[in-house]
């Protein structure tokens, strides 16, 4: 039986009984080509029209799978990592404003697009993720149009909005889509990947057949590190580079923050232009102690790349988590230039750092899937550049948590983009923390709310167990609230929490 790497990590593998270099080298092969026969088998489950596309996807699925069998130990080596040099990262507030009449020319050589491949299990919901509501009735998919439209609106322009969408999410996703027919928004979808989860025990796909409908399990979307192939393969990138498009800014459809920075376009294709081109860049905030496990920027053989905590050897991994450290870390706002995505690709210098994801089905066997993150293509391109952006730019909604931030009184709504609230004094926002049992499914979170509190003057919130809200709560500083198992608490109506500690029963009876 072939060993297994830890979760998250880079390794390479061997069998236990022998050391020997060439009985590695033969396992490899072994398995290489015990995998290709079975991708075979799969393939030929397929309707014949079908297969050539097919075909070459498993092409890319065993390319993966012999560079992760290839791949020894972390992939990096810690003592070769150099200090970011000066102008590495370049400061979001040394970005200059472009003139008002060239940013239509600018926006028509832009691109967005959002990775909208997840689905709302995590939070409790069915479908993509992508249509939770999360403001005022809207979705993170219609807040995305609204900004565009309002984009293309205001300065007479044409931004094509592109969804990557995965076999999860496409179906759902092409049908929400119809209703914005009428918006000034021309969409586009396409699907990344999908790849068979491998079996921990033969490192073979668990998958009998390529019929993905009736055994989902079997299958998953390989990490947005895929963009690159897919977007190509769809047609889209020769499309957008025909037309005369630049630059793609992508990002995750559900960062509320990651809308068009016209400072950051200005410098890639308006007056600020360098004169050597920047083909990509990936735009980081200084990190805090809530996003330690956070990618980092690093320079490593002269080229600047994304690290992540999977590739940093377990002694080096409280080095990897330091804010002293590592002062920034990666929102996922990546901008790249559509054609040196051409070339990457075609030339093959496209190398992404595999992560290895281990996961138990509901059935109880253990798979493993093989992914790559967007960002680590960096080092793959030249003259790539991060930029310190505000943390306003990165407003992820993950958890529950996030959600109370952004349906709260924190923000105003304007023309589909978030707006921290005047009112704040620190552009910070509150760390807030609630109870996985009774917050963590959206319809219970909001059950447990007559409405979303005033938090303009919140700093931590925690709260643990079963407690409900009233109407017009605030919370102003430090508030933990904490039922213990049996007991409930009921926030009144109208109460002021400030800096207070809320333990034990209280329960609000009606008449």
């Not at 390479?12 to 270099?21: F, I, Y």
């Not at 002293?324 to 990457?344: C, D, G, M």
Request: hydrophobic letters at 40%; proline letters at 5%; one cysteine or more.
């Amino acid at each position: 039986m072939l060993d297994v790497p830890h979760e998250g990590k880079v390794r390479g593998h061997q069998r236990v009984p022998s050391d020997s270099k060439e009985f590695h080298e033969v396992t490899k092969r072994d398995a290489l080509r015990l995998l290709e026969n079975d991708v075979d088998r799969l393939l030929q489950t397929v309707e014949e029209v079908r297969r050539p596309a097919l075909k070459a996807e498993m092409g890319r699925f065993a390319d993966l799978f012999g560079r992760f069998l290839q791949e020894e130990g972390p992939a990096l080596d810690w003592n070769k990592i150099q200090k970011l040099p000066e102008n590495a990262v370049m400061n979001y507030s040394n970005l200059k404003a472009p003139k008002n009449e060239q940013i239509r020319n600018m926006l028509d050589k832009l691109v967005v697009i959002k990775l909208n491949g997840g689905l709302g299990t995590s939070m409790g919901c069915h479908g993509p993720k992508s249509v939770i509501p999360v403001r005022s009735d809207l979705t993170f998919l219609d807040l995305t149009v609204q900004q565009i439209e309002h984009l293309n609106k205001t300065y007479d322009a044409n931004v094509p909005l592109v969804l990557m969408n995965s076999f999860n999410t496409d179906e759902d996703t092409e049908k929400i889509v119809r209703k914005y027919k009428g918006f000034r928004v021309q969409i586009h979808t396409f699907n990344q990947s999908c790849f068979p989860r491998i079996s921990r025990e033969h490192f073979l796909p668990v998958a009998k057949d390529f019929d993905v409908e009736k055994d989902m399990e079997a299958w998953y979307p390989p990490g947005h590190g895929d963009f690159y192939d897919t977007f190509r393969n769809s047609g889209l990138l020769k499309k957008f580079i025909e037309e005369g498009r630049e630059y793609c800014f992508l990002s995750n459809i559900d960062n509320l923050g990651a809308t068009v920075d016209l400072n950051i376009l200005n410098k890639l294709v308006g007056e600020e232009r360098a004169t050597t081109p920047v083909e990509f860049v990936m735009e980081v905030t200084d990190k805090t102690r809530a996003d330690v496990k956070g990618g980092t920027l690093i320079q490593f053989e002269n080229k600047l790349r994304l690290l992540e905590i999977a590739q940093v050897p377990p002694e080096h991994v409280d080095d990897f988590k330091s804010v002293k450290t590592f002062k920034f870390f990666n929102t996922n706002n990546i901008w790249a230039n559509l054609a040196s995505i051409e070339r990457v690709l075609r030339e093959r210098t496209l190398s992404m750092e595999i992560i290895v994801n281990n996961k138990t089905l509901e059935t109880g066997l253990r798979v493993i899937q093989l992914e790559t993150a967007v960002g680590s293509a960096m080092k793959c391109f030249d003259g790539a550049i991060g930029i310190n952006v505000p943390r306003s730019r990165f407003l992820p909604v993950k958890k529950s948590s996030d959600l109370l931030l952004v349906m709260s009184n924190l923000y105003t709504l304007k023309n589909g983009s978030l707006v921290m609230s005047p009112q704040r004094m620190f552009p910070t926002t509150p760390l807030v923390k609630l109870g996985e049992n009774h917050f963590s499914k959206v319809k219970e979170f909001l059950g447990r709310f007559a409405n979303i509190p005033d938090i303009i003057e919140l700093d931590h919130l925690t709260v643990s167990g079963d407690v409900t809200f009233g109407r017009g709560v605030s919370l102003r500083g430090t508030v933990i609230i904490i039922a213990n198992h049996g007991d409930r608490i009921d926030i009144p109506a109208g109460a002021i929490l400030e800096n207070k500690i809320v333990s034990g029963n209280m329960r609000i009876l009606d008449h």
